[in-house]
């Protein structure tokens, strides 16, 4: 069931997402070649409790991280270790979800690793793009099909592809709530959005095949079938009559670069 939220509750959402994006900034600050993913979750699960906030995927059905840090060919779920380094020129998608005040916020970016390659930058820049085009449709009286179809259609004509086996989500009370929202879709289709939904938007997509793989060893990391590059970007937004009202925020990474 689609749960609306009322004014007072988005904006307590959006204090949730706010820290989120607090939060990922504060990890980003220590990207660098040399460092452990396991370290930046440390830095990050800190930096949370630090500011009053929980962080969810920590224990979520077994899951033993505050952070989804997922390095390259890993699309989502990577889970932070003590003996994987980041190299110069890895790309690293930074996951975090978190309760404030009894209310989530959830959002994603994916970091350069010092200098990288032209292609990788390519792929970065196109998912971004592609989560504020889906961004866009996120208005009373679209549907979730728009959402993903506009993804889609940006990704594939820059030449990439979107996963089909995971996807953005309802958000607010709960980590995920309904509807799910695809990265891909037809126009006119699935669920009507309506103002007072907050879902996550979150584009994630692949160099090459859309195909993926789970690991059989830890049965949470999502990677490439292929071995290609992946890039994954994530907003919490309310639906509104006149459009999104984007709750979580890249500009705290952003404006520290």
Same mark, same amino acid.
């Given at each position: 069931?689609?749960?609306?939220?009322? +004014?007072?509750?988005?904006?307590?959402?959006?204090?949730?997402?706010?820290?989120?994006? +607090?939060?990922?900034? #504060?990890?980003?600050?220590?990207?660098?070649?040399?460092?452990?993913?396991?370290?930046?979750?440390?830095?990050? #699960?800190?930096?949370?409790?630090? $500011?009053?906030?929980?962080?969810? !995927?920590?224990?979520?059905?077994?899951? *033993?991280?505050?952070?989804?840090? @997922?390095?390259?060919?890993?699309?989502?779920?990577?889970? *932070? @270790?003590?003996?994987?380094?980041?190299? #110069?020129?890895?790309?690293?998608?930074?996951? !975090?979800?978190?309760?404030?005040?009894?209310?989530?916020?959830? @959002?994603?970016?994916?970091?350069?690793?010092?200098?990288?390659?032209?292609?990788?930058?390519?792929?970065?820049?196109?998912?971004?793009?592609?989560?504020?085009?889906?961004?866009?449709?996120?208005?009373?009286?679209?549907?979730?099909?728009?959402?993903?179809?506009?993804?889609?259609?940006?990704?594939? +004509?820059?030449?990439?592809?979107?996963?089909?086996?995971?996807?953005?989500?309802?958000?607010?009370?709960?980590?995920?709530?309904?509807?799910?929202?695809?990265?891909?879709?037809?126009?006119?289709?699935?669920?009507?959005?309506?103002?007072?939904?907050?879902?996550?938007?979150? *584009?994630?997509?692949?160099?090459?095949?859309? $195909?993926?793989?789970? @690991?059989?060893?830890?049965?949470?990391?999502?990677?490439?079938?292929?071995?290609?590059?992946?890039?994954?970007?994530?907003?919490?937004?309310?639906?509104? +009559?006149?459009?999104?009202?984007?709750?979580?925020?890249?500009?705290?990474?952003?404006?520290?670069?």
């Amino acid at each position: 069931m689609i749960q609306l939220k009322t +004014k007072e509750e988005i904006e307590l959402i959006r204090d949730a997402a706010q820290l989120v994006g +607090k939060a990922l900034a #504060e990890v980003g600050r220590h990207i660098c070649p040399g460092v452990t993913t396991a370290f930046l979750d440390h830095i990050g #699960e800190q930096f949370i409790r630090d $500011n009053g906030g929980i962080p969810l !995927c920590k224990g979520f059905e077994g899951f *033993p991280s505050a952070f989804c840090i @997922s390095v390259n060919d890993v699309i989502v779920h990577g889970i *932070p @270790s003590d003996t994987l380094y980041l190299k #110069e020129g890895d790309n690293v998608s930074v996951d !975090c979800v978190i309760e404030l005040n009894g209310y989530v916020g959830d @959002s994603a970016y994916t970091f350069p690793v010092g200098e990288v390659s032209p292609e990788m930058q390519r792929l970065m820049r196109v998912t971004r793009e592609a989560l504020y085009i889906g961004l866009d449709k996120c208005k009373a009286g679209n549907r979730v099909g728009d959402i993903g179809h506009a993804v889609q259609q940006h990704c594939e +004509k820059n030449g990439y592809n979107v996963v089909r086996e995971l996807c953005g989500h309802g958000v607010g009370f709960q980590m995920h709530e309904s509807p799910n929202v695809p990265n891909y879709g037809i126009v006119g289709t699935g669920p009507l959005l309506k103002d007072g939904m907050v879902i996550a938007v979150e *584009p994630m997509v692949c160099q090459g095949s859309k $195909n993926v793989k789970f @690991s059989k060893e830890d049965g949470w990391t999502c990677r490439t079938k292929d071995g290609k590059m992946a890039a994954h970007f994530e907003h919490t937004v309310a639906i509104g +009559k006149n459009g999104p009202d984007i709750l979580s925020t890249f500009d705290y990474i952003e404006n520290n670069k």
